[in-house]
């Protein structure tokens, strides 16, 4: 199963660490969601998560619930970078 790491800023780390929405989206295409933030920067956090279907992953990313999750979440999108384990 690929683990992938995910980085992005975000409006409010509090309400991005607190949101529900995160699982209820990507629990169906993502296992072991773990949450980092960066010490220092308000602003940076990342993700990492084993996914089983990169297709799927995919499909929920340009979903529109995808989409909406991480309205909800504060994130910024034109600042989300996903690491693939190599």
């Given at each position: 199963?690929?683990?992938?790491i995910v980085t992005?800023?975000?409006?409010?780390?509090?309400?991005?660490?607190?949101?529900?929405?995160?699982?209820?989206?990507?629990?169906?295409?993502?296992?072991?969601?773990?949450?980092?933030?960066?010490?220092?920067?308000?602003?940076?956090?990342?993700?990492?998560?084993?996914?089983?279907?990169?297709?799927?992953?995919?499909?929920?990313?340009?979903?529109?619930?995808?989409?909406?999750?991480?309205?909800?979440?504060?994130?910024?999108?034109?600042?989300?970078?996903?690491?693939?384990?190599?």
């Open positions: 199963m690929p683990k992938l992005h800023e975000v409006d409010d780390v509090a309400h991005w660490l607190a949101s529900p929405k995160r699982e209820e989206v990507f629990a169906r295409v993502a296992k072991n969601i773990t949450t980092f933030v960066l010490p220092g920067d308000p602003k940076r956090v990342a993700l990492s998560m084993e996914v089983a279907d990169m297709d799927a992953f995919d499909t929920v990313m340009k979903s529109e619930a995808g989409a909406s999750a991480m309205k909800y979440d504060g994130v910024r999108p034109e600042t989300l970078i996903v690491y693939l384990k190599g």
